[in-house]
């Protein structure tokens, strides 16, 4: 891969303008001020919202990863140019330099753009309704359609958020740049290509309906293709940076939310962090301690070693970014940053690491808070599609009842004159977009839970 051919400014169906900005500074702004972004506040990260307890949502979430994805892209940008400078054209080291970052800030930001709500139970809920109604419904997709809605992925609606033009909308969708979205395609291949056990085609990245969209964005950002049919390309050198900040912040991130809702002992939380800043810097450890024993807030005490973890960690998958390089360009790197620490610094972290995913597993994300939301979530998004996939199918013959489910739909979600592939895409569109509140208040609503007037 040609580092001076790895970006690229342009946008899809968007002419570029001058401003004091860079492109990839605008890119930021975009999302930032996007509905899309704004309605991550109100989905779940983890817990249940709202609380007595505040705790983190998509947004706040967001927000974190593109912090440490910011250091991390100005890292990686310093190091680029430091050892490639004779290979890079003027621009390229300018990019390198000063945009990169913003590049890595803006695709942590969407990371999640694309998630439904009630996050993996949404997603669950919505392959789990193609699949009861296989029978009913198959018949009417190709194999590739299909297998879109059977696998509904979170990573592939991000790529549709940002490019689909919706009813009466531009087209280009928000308009990133090609060199933001490649940094989000986390897995590069079209849905009937998803393989357990390879990195990069564990998920998928893209619907059928932005195939085309997506072959420009790889092509433009110079993606390694590695198979015509079905189409999978290799990561995107960018890519590295999001996942490896998207890692760090989750991991830490949980595990201090679930102390300041006493799921956790707070000497299991302080010992955790401890013994995974020893593993990654262990000369430091003592002037730590004696620090974080000044401090006589619990809630403090463990914002503290959260802050600390994270940049030890960021500092080290920078490292492991930089010794990985040129297996990255070429594409035969088939690890997480995060988890090729060890091999670097000869550490038991990637040990902590899976210490604190246990405990996780065990104690966070089976919780009962957690648990309940899950399963109402998976609920509610069912009872939302089968009350409105039916309806947009039934377009020859729509009873009564079916017309009035269909003016439940904002127009921009009805493709009424496309293929019955676009328009469940459309219903798609319309109920993962929803945030958990939205969703919950309109299914109790066509249930007849709750009747009356909007307020």
């Not at 890292?75 to 080291?93: D, H, P, W």
């Not at 740049?177 to 357990?196: G, L, Q």
Request: glycine share 6%.
């Amino acid at each position: 891969m040609d580092l001076n051919e790895l970006y690229s400014g342009k946008r899809l169906g968007v002419d570029a303008s001058k401003d004091t900005r860079t492109e990839y500074q605008r890119d930021f702004d975009r999302i930032i001020f996007s509905s899309a972004f704004r309605r991550l506040q109100n989905k779940t990260q983890v817990f249940p919202l709202p609380g007595s307890v505040f705790v983190h949502n998509r947004l706040t979430h967001s927000l974190e990863v593109a912090s440490v994805g910011r250091s991390l892209g100005n890292l990686a940008g310093e190091f680029i140019v430091k050892k490639y400078k004779e290979q890079l054209t003027k621009e390229s080291r300018s990019f390198y330099r000063h945009n990169l970052y913003n590049v890595i800030s803006s695709a942590c930001l969407c990371h999640d753009i694309g998630n439904p709500a009630f996050g993996h139970s949404g997603e669950d809920a919505i392959a789990s309704f193609f699949e009861k109604n296989e029978s009913t419904y198959k018949p009417k997709f190709s194999a590739e359609e299909w297998t879109d809605f059977i696998h509904f992925e979170g990573n592939a609606n991000a790529i549709r958020i940002l490019t689909q033009q919706q009813t009466g909308k531009l087209e280009g969708s928000i308009g990133l740049t090609f060199a933001t979205m490649a940094a989000i395609a986390k897995y590069p291949c079209e849905s009937i290509a998803r393989t357990k056990g390879i990195l990069h085609r564990k998920k998928f990245g893209f619907f059928q309906a932005e195939k085309e969209n997506f072959q420009k964005i790889a092509t433009e950002t110079q993606m390694i293709l590695e198979q015509t049919i079905p189409t999978i390309y290799k990561r995107h050198p960018f890519v590295w940076l999001v996942e490896a900040a998207d890692d760090i912040c989750y991991n830490i991130i949980d595990l201090e939310d679930s102390h300041r809702l006493g799921i956790i002992d707070h000497d299991k939380c302080v010992n955790l962090l401890l013994d995974l800043i020893d593993s990654l810097d262990a000369k430091g450890l003592d002037g730590l301690k004696n620090r974080h024993h000044l401090i006589q807030d619990k809630n403090e005490k463990i914002a503290f070693l959260r802050a600390k973890s994270i940049g030890h960690l960021m500092m080290n998958a920078a490292k492991t970014f930089e010794n990985h390089f040129e297996e990255i360009l070429n594409g035969t790197l088939e690890k997480p940053l995060l988890s090729l620490i060890d091999e670097e610094k000869n550490s038991n972290s990637k040990a902590v690491l899976k210490q604190i995913e246990t405990f996780s597993i065990e104690n966070i994300y089976n919780h009962h808070a957690v648990v309940e939301i899950e399963n109402a979530g998976f609920n509610v998004m069912s009872e939302l599609l089968s009350h409105f996939i039916p309806p947009i199918l039934h377009a020859e013959n729509r009873s009564k009842a079916d017309e009035k489910a269909i003016k439940l739909i904002p127009n921009q979600f009805l493709y009424e004159d496309q293929s019955d592939y676009h328009k469940v895409l459309g219903v798609l569109d319309f109920v993962s977009g929803m945030t958990d509140n939205y969703a919950t208040e309109l299914y109790r609503r066509i249930k007849g839970i709750e009747i009356g007037m909007r307020r």
